[in-house]
C-alpha cells in the first residue's frame, strides 16, 4: 500500500513538471511551427499518463508534429494514424538541416550514452531544428527517479555500483546525468549560438532543468 501510494506520488509530481514544460514549451511554439519530439516510446499495454506525455498533448494539427524514436513505432502509427512517426537506429537524425522549426526532447538526453554521443544527439537536434526545447532530470536531486536511488547518484562510483546489484541494466551507457556543470559545459561544446537554462524547482531544489537554444 505504501509502494503504491508513493508511486502514485511520484507520478503526480512528474506529471506537474511535465504540464509545466509543457506550458513553457507552448509559450514559444506558435501555430503553423512544425515540430520533431525527439525519443518517442512505443505505445505500452499499461498507460502511463506521462509517457510520450508532448505527443497526447499536442494540441495543434498533426501535420506540424513528428515523432522521432529508436524503437518499433509501428503500433503508434494505428493509434495515431495522422501523426507522422520515424524509427531510426541512433546516430544522426534521418532528416535534413533546418528541417523542423523546434526539435522538443523530454528526459532522452541522459539516456543515449556517454559525453561523446550526448553531444552528437544535442548536435543532432541543433541540426535538423532552427529551435531546441530538451529536458533532463538534475543529477543533485536527492532521489533519483529512475531508480528511487537516494543520495546515490550523486557519485557516479557508488551508484553504478549499486546498479549493478540492485538495478540490473542501468548503466552509465544508458542513464548519465546531468548536473548543472555539465549541462553547461555540453551546450558550450555544442553548435548552439545561443542558450538559456531554465531550473525546474520541487521545494525549492532544482528537479530538472529545460534547456532552449538555437
Sequence with gaps: ???????????????????????????????????????????????????????????????????LGVRDLSQMRKHYPDKTFVQYPGGRFPFKDNEFDWAFSNAVIEHVGGEATELHFLNEMLRVAKNVFFTTPNKHFPIEVHTNALFLHWNNAIFYRWCRSYRKGITKDNLYLFSYTRLKELLDSSNACSYEIRKNRLIGIPMTYTVVCD
Design 1 to 67: 500500500m505504501i509502494n503504491t501510494s508513493m508511486k502514485a506520488l511520484q507520478n503526480k509530481i512528474i506529471l506537474t513538471q511535465r504540464e509545466g514544460k509543457l506550458r513553457h514549451f507552448y509559450s514559444l511554439f506558435a501555430d503553423g511551427m512544425t515540430v520533431v519530439d525527439v525519443g518517442v516510446s512505443p505505445q505500452r499495454k499499461k498507460r502511463i499518463p506521462t509517457t510520450n506525455y508532448f505527443l497526447k498533448n499536442f494540441k495543434y494539427e498533426s501535420m506540424y508534429y513528428t515523432g
